[in-house]
Every structure is written in structure tokens, then in C-alpha cells.
């Protein structure tokens, strides 16, 4: 994973968008809603492919996710994609009650998540969505890393029964993950470096950025467990509390609000059966702002570099 | 229709306005004044319109209904129990811990095809399920019931945005027009009026129903209904909140209270005399 810059990058908004293409043909009850983002979301790669099966609600998330429910609950399976913004936030509470409550069959894609929206600013930027979703009872909760990982995840959601929320971005990421070989599992952490001094548990575009900063932290002679959370909800407990109990010390790293996000949800975790301590990287409890992504990542600490420091830091080094 | 016809569907609105009763007060809460405004309603549709089979109440071939304004949930648990989807006793057991019918309409309950109640939202999904029935190319029907207040809410004019859009007419929306809402008359609070207007310029078919609670006028709104093709049809009830308990009719403060045990008492009593008035006489109303 040394060559991780010279490798290809990709936006895992455009696997969805192709996954749902790839996948439409297997599954005749797939069908797809957007709310004017298609081409922004890639679902307009399936529209192209699949007219028939694509439905634009307009600027109306609401009445989106509720078409949705009444999709699901008709038999169809249904895909609500908009921003992270408007699926999470606007719709917040249709998609509690009329998604949740009755535990219905829809996927939710939610793109645009994060502050590597941009130039668009606070407004779109959501730090929120994890948090949100995270606390509506029995929603799955997943954050890609990469593309590869991004499409087996929406195959693995066609399967599931049951509502599923996926966090895509529009920022093109490395492609860590070998499509040949990579089985996506459902509610189960990956670990992708070993190491016992201490274990950085990441998710989404911070994976990439963990496993960067674990090499570099060996090379400095600190040996740094990277663990990749795809799944938030439900959370593999079991990786986190054998890390908890191996390494003694957790870094989350995730490009979401600290608050109620990842590092909430890892923190809940060990706090209540393997103590330990927990320092979580994500967006303080602040807005973000514009900017180029690359350059907001970096300012707002998402980065390898402030992985490493923060590292040495609980390291006392 | 004919008499022999009404004369039964009436019937079955007072045995149901008793459910409704018998419901709320045994659990101390609720909305009866919504829920007997909707009986008729209710009763008609679930007698004359839609067909279900309580025996097989997921049938994917069924009609829908999706109560929109879901805090009258009492009517529809009623008119369920009176179609056997459930038991009658379990109206005494309405909002209590472990109860099978919630407060407001959940999925899991025997003829109940949508959770709803957070009002805007119950439109929404049956959007959705009219859309799934013409790409299945299926027949069935779906209807959607909303309150007068309840078109305030945003999330219905997308809704009814959209169902015009992908002419929805396998879509009946109807608006239960009793002119009250919780604060008080939905023309002081924030009115949504003229809501027969709002509708045809989203693009549905409107039909007024100026007495509700007259079963003529029902049957011949959802036989006009039936004609229409390539959009949704809006049905607007004129109704009477509270309607079939004198104390109750057009009180506000009935919308969301529950009779005490005299008022319980009260309105057997009428309900009864009701009753046996058309057991006893074919000169009805």
C-alpha cells in the first residue's frame, strides 16, 4: 500500500451511480429517485441506462424518501439518492418515520457528504449525516473507503432487507482495495495494518489517509493497527474491543463531526466494556467553509500528517 | 344506492363511532373528534371501494389505504375490527404498553398498509405505492386520507406535485374538510383554503362532497372518480368534526381529548338510540 499516490483515484459517487447500473439487470426491482442532482449523485448513469426504472421527484427530498417507503412497502427496491445534506438533514424525519419506524426495504445513497464538498461551503458540507442516521433504530449505517468497496457495498445492500443508509463523496479517493479479491462483509471491520502500540480506526476517505500514516508511524518505529469501519451501524464491536484490549490505545479518524459520528460510536463501545483511551479526528464542533477539498482536508486536520502527530502524541513521543 | 345498502353501511358507522368511543377512553386519550369525522367515510370505502381479505392481509394484489391525517387511527382500527382484520376487544386496549394498536397507524398491524401519523408524510407513500402498481402493471387502487390542517404541511404539495407529474390516477386523495385544526378554524390558523383550487392547479382532478356523512354523495364522488384517467383525483369531504355525538360536533376542543366516563356514558347512550332508530324504522334520514 506503499504506492498508494501513484494509484488510480476515484469519487465513490460514481460507483454508485455505476453499481446501480451494473446491478439493475439482477435485480428487475431496482429502481432509482433522485431530486435534480443526477448528475451530480451519478444516478444519472443508470437514467441513461434504465429510463423506465428512474423517477426525478424534483427539488423535493421529502416527499422523496416518503415515494421511497412507498416503494419499499409495495415491493420495490427503491434508491433515494440525493446530498448527504438533504437525505440526512432536510428529510431527517421522514425518513425516521415513514423509513425507519416501519423498517422498510429502501436504500438511501447519499452523496456530497463531508466537508470535501468544497467550494459550495458550509451550507452543503455535511458533518452531520452519521449522527443522524446513526440514531434512527434498526438503519444501517455504511461509509465506503473506495470505489471497489463503495459497489460491493451497494450489492451487499440489495440483499439486506431493510432500510441502509450509504455515505458516498464527491471527491475522486485512492482505490485501496483490489476488486479482483475484496468481499465486502456486512458489519465487519477490516484491518488492514497490524500493530500494537496503539490502533487508528477509520473511516470512508480517512482510510486512506490512516493506512498512509501507519506506514509512515512504522517507519518511526511506532506500530499502528489500522482498522477500516465501513459498516458504522451496526459496529463491528468485536474488532474494536480486541484492539481496545490488544493495543490499549484508539485514534478515529473520520470526515464527520466528532460528535455522534465514528468516534462516538467507538467511544460508546469501549467505554462501556473495555475502557480505554479514545481520541477521535473529525470536524470539531464548528461549520466548515469553501475552499478546494484537498486544501479544506488538510485544514481542518483530515490528513495523514495530523494522524501521525495526534499518534505520537498519545504515545507521549 | 339502495336503502337496504344504506340502511347497513349506517349501521356499521354507529357500531364504529362506539369503537371509536370505546377506544379513547379506555385509553384516556386520543383524537375522536378527527375519527368521526372520517367514519363515513371510512366505513364506505372499506365496504363499497376497497378490496382486502383480512385471511391473506398482505395480498400484494390488494388495494391500499394510507391514513395520512394518522392521529384518527381509532376509525380504522374500528372499521378493521368490524371487517375482521382483528378483534373488537382490542379497542380497549388502544395506546396501552404492548398494545397491537398504537396510538397512531404502524405497519405491523393487521390491515394497516403504512405507518403514519407524522402528518405530510402518509400522501408520500402512497405516491409511491400507485407509482409501483403501474410499473408492476398492476390493478390495484391505492387512497390516501388527509386533514383539512394537514395541507399545510410542505411535504403534501410536493407530494401532490408529483403524482400529477407521473399521473398517478390509480391515486384518490381525499381531504377530510371539517374546517378545524387543533388551534381552531383552519381559516384563522393559517389557512389553506381554497383547497379545491390548490388541487386542480397541481394538476388533479377535483370533486367536491358537500355532506360526508351522506352516503349518496359518496358514491356518486368515488363513481366520478372511477371515470378519471391520466391524473390523481382529489376528493375534498365537507364534513362534521365530532359528527354523530351532539356534545362533540364541531368542538374544537374534541380534537385531541378523550371522554371522561359520564361523557363516555353519554355518548353510548346516543349512539345507541341511533342504533336501534334504524333497527326499528326504514324511514331513514
Known sequence: MSEVKEIKKKATRESYGEALTELAEKYPDLVVLDADLAAATKTGIFKKAYPERFFDCGIAEENMMGVAAGLAASGKIPFASTFAMFAAGRAYEIVRNSIGYPHLNVKIGATHAGISVGEDGATHQCNEDIALMRTIPGMTVIVPCDDVEAKAAVAAAIQYQGPVYMRFGRLAVPVLNDPETYQFQWGKGVTLRDGNDLTIIATGLMVAEAVQAADSLREQGISARVINIHTIKPLDEEIVLKAAQETGKLLTVEEHSVIGGLGSAVAECVSENCPVPVVRIGVNDEFGYSGPAVDLLKEFGLSAENIINTAKKMLNQ | ?285
Open chain 2, 1 to 285: 344506492m339502495d336503502e337496504a345498502m344504506k340502511k347497513q353501511l349506517r349501521k356499521m358507522a354507529v357500531n364504529v363511532r362506539k369503537g371509536i368511543l370505546t377506544g379513547t377512553f379506555h385509553a384516556k386519550s386520543g383524537h375522536p373528534g378527527g375519527s368521526l369525522s372520517v367514519a363515513d367515510l371510512l366505513v364506505y370505502l372499506y365496504e363499497c371501494r376497497i378490496h382486502v381479505n383480512p385471511a391473506n392481509p398482505e395480498d400484494p394484489e390488494r388495494d391500499r389505504l394510507v391514513l395520512s391525517k394518522g392521529h384518527t387511527a381509532p376509525a380504522l382500527y374500528a372499521v378493521l375490527a368490524e371487517e375482521d382484520f382483528f378483534d373488537k376487544s382490542e379497542l380497549e386496549k388502544l395506546r396501552h404498553i404492548g398494545a397491537m394498536l398504537q396510538g397512531h397507524p404502524c405497519i405491523q398491524t393487521p390491515g394497516i398498509d403504512m405507518s403514519s401519523g407524522s402528518l405530510g408524510q402518509g400522501i408520500s407513500a402512497a405516491c409511491g405505492m400507485a407509482l409501483a402498481a403501474k410499473l408492476d402493471r398492476k390493478n390495484y387502487h391505492v387512497y390516501t386520507i388527509l386533514g383539512d390542517g394537514e395541507i399545510q404541511e410542505g411535504q403534501v404539495w410536493e407530494a401532490a406535485m408529483f403524482a400529477a407529474h407521473y399521473k398517478l390516477d390509480n391515486l384518490t386523495a381525499i381531504i377530510d374538510n371539517n374546517g378545524l385544526q387543533i388551534d381552531g378554524k383552519i381559516t384563522e390558523v393559517c389557512s389553506p383554503e381554497p383547497i379545491d383550487e390548490k388541487f386542480r392547479a397541481f394538476g388533479w382532478h377535483v370533486i367536491v362532497v358537500e355532506d360526508a356523512h351522506d352516503f349518496d354523495q359518496l358514491e356518486q364522488a368515488f363513481t366520478e372518480a372511477d371515470r378519471i384517467t391520466g391524473k390523481p383525483v382529489a376528493i375534498i369531504q365537507k364534513s362534521i368534526k365530532g359528527k354523530g355525538v351532539s356534545f362533540m360536533e364541531n368542538q374544537v376542543s374534541w380534537h385531541g381529548a378523550a371522554p371522561n366516563a359520564e361523557q363516555y356514558a353519554q355518548a353510548m347512550q346516543e349512539l345507541e338510540t341511533a342504533l336501534a332508530e334504524l333497527e326499528g324504522s326504514s324511514c331513514l334520514r
